[in-house]
């Protein structure tokens, strides 16, 4: 008895440490709980130590997936030992800001945000909403709303 309650009490540790099911953007601050200028280590308390390493990437970015081997999830991109950038994988269902959630008419974001820049990022654009330092991108892909993410407002929004 008193292993299994171990284990079961592991595996919420485990749970509990992995990317949220349902992550929320917050605009100019969180996406999925994490923020810009985080470290690894609060990066891993508030998403895991499931994640893969990008080999070809010119900055330290990790991709957190829901399946292996499978491009849903999220990902953190790092300059100088802290997240740069933050942003959804493919179409991650569940993910949301406030009454916007990902796959709806990407004339939501307009309804939610007014207009907003869009810059062209090949086969998607990245909706742009810039307040100070903080870019919130909201991607968009086949009419619809695809992606979210957060980048210095220095920064290009495509990944």
């Given at each position: ?10 595996l919420a ?7 949220p099911q349902?992550?929320?953007?917050v605009p100019?601050?969180?996406?999925g709980?994490v923020?810009l200028g985080?470290?690894p280590?609060e990066v891993?308390h ?9 080999h070809?990437c ?14 849903e999830?999220a990902?953190v991109?790092f ?7 933050v942003w959804?994988?493919w179409?991650p269902p ?8 990902l796959?709806?008419a990407?004339?939501?974001i307009?309804s939610?945000y007014?207009?907003l ?5 090949g ?5 742009i909403?810039?307040h ?5 991108v909201?991607y968009?892909?086949?009419g ?6 957060l980048?210095p407002?220095?920064?290009s929004?495509?990944h």
């Open positions: 008895m008193i292993l299994y309650r171990r284990r079961v009490s592991l540790v485990a749970l509990a440490l992995a990317l349902h992550g929320a953007l100019g601050l969180s996406l709980g923020r985080m470290t280590a891993r508030a998403w895991g130590t499931t994640y893969g390493r990008c070809g010119r900055r330290t970015t990790w991709y957190f997936n829901y399946e292996k081997f499978h491009a999830g990902a991109r300059r100088n030992g802290r997240v740069d950038s959804t994988l179409k569940g993910w949301h800001s406030g009454s916007l959630t796959g709806d990407a004339p939501a307009t939610r007014g207009a820049v869009s810059v062209p990022c086969s998607y654009s990245a909706r909403l810039t100070g330092t903080v870019t919130t909201f968009v892909y086949g619809q709303l695809w992606g979210f993410g980048n407002s220095r920064g929004p495509c």
